[in-house]
């Protein structure tokens, strides 16, 4: 039996050990001072059970309302509380209190409900709406009859009191409060209730007010115009036109310009509430704990409008509480307070030093932790991928985009290396990037294509730091994703959208080049024909018109076939030498030059030694056939009989091989030439205005070369430079 009964100790003990969370919902917004208060007391009463976690949510109801509003609101908290128990809920004030009791059932079916902060509170609404079971709560009242006994004590030769009220919901319900008693004293003093004014006509009246008269607000949060007041402001611009005492009922209004009252406490009201709260979380029952009906209302005044108006409170309450009123303690006890001040003065030189290195410890782990929050939101918030990892390879953290990336969780990621996640290439050369960085503590960009899980292939640039502990050691590396995959195949798109546009032009240079041989077959089949009905034809003229035949058959089919790998993308950069390029282009629209009554020049000084490029070949040849169609077509506009020139210079120096493309046709508009390598920029009228601009993706994009154009004394002269190897190729991508 006494095992029994330990176990079931230690049980129940081992159950109130665990977290308990805790939902705070309050009907305002946060920066209102009655709802800051009851939130201050609640997690003050919470703060010594290092097992409750409280959330809270803000209805804000001051500014927004409406059954639609909280019909959105209870499906937006069913989504947020969708993956969470809370063992107990607290509401603040009427609209939240109201939303729970709606929508108990929809968002919290088993929790225990406790409100605080309610007006007007009728018992029969929990029986109404089948909640009883699960709810309890404290009632906030407002002791009119009190405050107004305080008033006439206070200020017995009292003849006119102005109330001011708003038309919020509280508002209403204070109204209907006010009138019994309102007629019960109309007698004894002139009242003038205020609800439907603006506050200018509100300050009017108040300077009409004598000194027998004084105000109690009650609430003013909007005005007749529907404009916003926060409680300071609503106090702050009747206190500055008032010359009468200002009373208030409510504590959130006291230390703005209030003389006090009987005030309904924001901080009892949590006080109270969060007590029962803990009776809940302790087990007891919510059905068993009854609700507070009596409002925990406290005597509070402010001393700087007592004294302002000559009041004193202490021969008519015994129980009460003043703000702002100067402290006598020193001049009354002044030996023992040099006494005190003495010892503590000795005391503070003790501990000072100590003292301030906790402060400041205190306030550099705030800011750390503060620090490290942010980082953390700002890395997930990051869309590149992004990693971390220490001198072994481990890896120490990433974010959100790392892991979608790799489409593993975070805490799979960490204690891994690369080649968890990266193919065997990858991972070695990713080993081998970490050991020169550490070596150099430098940086480091380069260029991969990772195969990813999902049988995706992403082409990732990927940027590389070394990172410092506080002692200056070496901590580890940080590396940074980008995800070039979409920017890569968009280019490659508009390169081949660039080789359909050229080819109006290739199939016309494919025309000229087919004229000859098909006027050469045609001539030869009549001459068989001729023999043949001549009688005439032998096995030797059949077979020469068979070998001429093929002959100018192959050359078609060639034709064909230049046509066919032009438009064939490259698939990798590759050594390949300038003169066959040239050789290709020319094979397919040298004779339509020719036609066009245009010189074609080509300068190619290196007969000996062929000069190699580095890059992708088809493009290459695309922006040849651009540029030179770009002049051809600039002559045709001419429409003139006059013989012009196109000239091609190739020049090499030890870093770049240079093409110059000179045509003699006229200048470019200096108002445009900037602005013919942009996208989509064309002066012709069916042009589609990225020839250009695709000619300076793959130079300088793809090929790692620069391309511009000039004027020159009538001549428009494109430049091209590449690198003309590999090794200076790369070492120019790695710049």
């Known amino acids: 039996m006494k095992k029994t009964i330990l176990f079931l100790l230690l049980f129940l003990n081992f159950l109130y050990a665990q977290n308990k969370e805790v939902l705070l919902i309050h009907s305002y917004h946060k920066g209102y001072k009655w709802t800051d208060d009851i939130s201050k ?37 069913k989504e947020k509380i969708a993956n969470r128990k809370f063992d107990l809920v607290i509401v603040s004030d009427n609209n939240a209190f109201d ?71 509280t508002g209403m319900a204070m109204k209907k409060d006010l009138e019994p008693i309102m007629k019960r004293y109309k007698n004894r003093l002139k009242i003038e209730y205020i609800d439907d004014l603006d506050i200018k006509n509100i300050q009017n009246e108040i300077t009409k007010l004598d000194s027998n008269s004084a105000i109690l607000l009650v609430l003013l949060f909007k005005d007749k115009t529907g404009k916003y007041f926060t409680y300071k402001q609503s106090v702050k611009e009747i206190r500055k036109v008032a010359q009468v005492p200002l009373y208030g009922l409510w504590d959130f209004y006291l230390d ?24 809940v979380l302790n087990g007891e029952k919510v059905y068993d704990i009854p609700v ?72 550099v782990e705030k800011d750390l932790q503060n620090r490290i929050k942010f980082d953390k939101v700002l890395l997930d918030t990051l869309p590149n991928p992004i990693y971390y990892k220490n001198k072994d390879g481990k890896f120490l953290g990433c974010n959100k985009a790392f892991c979608e990336l790799l489409s593993v969780p975070k805490k799979e990621v960490i204690g891994k290396t690369a080649k968890d996640f990266f193919d065997p290439a990858v991972a070695k050369k990713n080993k081998q990037v970490d050991e020169e960085l550490l070596k150099t503590h430098g940086t ?78 045609s001539a030869q089949v009549q001459d068989i024909q001729t023999s043949f009905l001549l009688n005439e034809l032998k096995d030797i003229q059949v077979k020469e018109f068979v070998n001429d035949s093929m002959v100018q058959i192959k050359y078609m089919s060639k034709t064909l076939s230049d046509f066919r790998n032009f438009l064939k993308p490259s698939t990798s950069k590759k050594l390949f030498a300038i003169r066959k390029a040239f050789e290709d282009i020319f094979e397919i629209i040298g004779k339509q ?34 540029l030179i169609n770009n002049a051809k077509n600039k002559v045709l506009e001419k429409n003139s009989s006059k013989k012009y020139n196109i000239t091609i210079n190739i020049s090499s120096c030890n870093t770049y091989t240079t093409i110059e493309i000179i045509d003699d046709a006229g200048n470019i508009n200096e108002n445009i030439i900037d602005k013919i390598f942009e996208p989509y920029f064309t002066t012709k009228k ?50």
Request: aromatic share 10%; proline share 2%; net charge negative.
């Open 41 to 77: 007391a609640i997690e003050k009463n919470f703060e010594p059970y290092d097992n409750i976690e409280l959330t809270t949510f803000y209805m804000d109801t001051k500014r927004v309302a409406g059954e639609n509003y909280f019909y959105k609101l209870a499906n937006l908290y």
């Open 292 to 363: 507070l009906e009596k409002s925990p209302n406290k005597y509070l005044f402010d001393y700087n409008e007592l004294n302002r108006f000559d009041l004193d409170v202490s021969e008519i309450l015994k129980d009460y509480t003043i703000i702002n009123e100067p402290h006598t303690f020193i001049r009354k006890y002044t030996k023992l307070v040099i006494i005190t001040v003495t010892i503590i003065a000795v005391l503070l030189i003790m501990v000072f030093s100590m003292k301030a290195n906790i402060q400041r410890r205190k306030i």
């Open 444 to 521: 480091n960009t380069s260029e991969v294509t990772l195969h990813l899980p999902n049988n995706h292939m992403r082409h990732i640039i990927i940027n590389k730091a070394v990172y410092l502990d506080n002692d200056g050691s070496i901590g580890g590396i940080v590396c940074i994703m980008d995800d070039i995959t979409e920017r890569i195949q968009q280019k490659q798109f508009l390169i081949q959208q660039g080789k359909l546009a050229e080819m109006g032009d290739m199939v016309a240079a494919i025309a000229h080049q087919w004229n000859e041989p098909l006027v050469e077959l």
């Open 99 to 169: 939303f729970l009791v709606k929508y108990h059932d929809f968002l919290f079916p088993t929790s225990p409900v406790l409100f605080c902060g309610i007006n007007n509170f009728n018992k029969s609404i929990l029986d109404e709406n089948f909640v009883t079971h699960y709810m309890s709560g404290v009632v906030e009242q407002v002791d009119l009859e009190k405050n107004f006994e305080l008033i006439l004590n206070l200020q017995p030769h009292l003849q006119k009191l102005m109330i001011i009220n708003d038309k919020s919901k």
């Open 686 to 735: 069916d042009g589609t205005g990225f020839g250009l601009y695709m000619a300076k993706v793959i130079i300088e994009d793809k090929m790692n070369g620069i391309i511009n154009v000039k004027n020159k004394d009538k001549h428009v002269i494109f430049t091209i430079k590449l690198p003309h190897n590999k090794r200076l190729a790369n070492e120019n991508n790695a710049s």
């Open 593 to 626: 030059i020719f036609y066009s009554n245009i010189n074609l020049h080509f300068n190619y000084e290196y007969d000996k030694e062929e000069l190699l490029i580095y890059g992708y070949e088809n493009e290459f040849k695309q922006v040849l056939l651009n």
């Open 256 to 279: 703005y310009g209030i003389v006090g009252g009987l005030l309904t406490s924001a901080k009892a009201q949590g006080d109270a509430v969060s007590k029962m709260a803990l009776r």
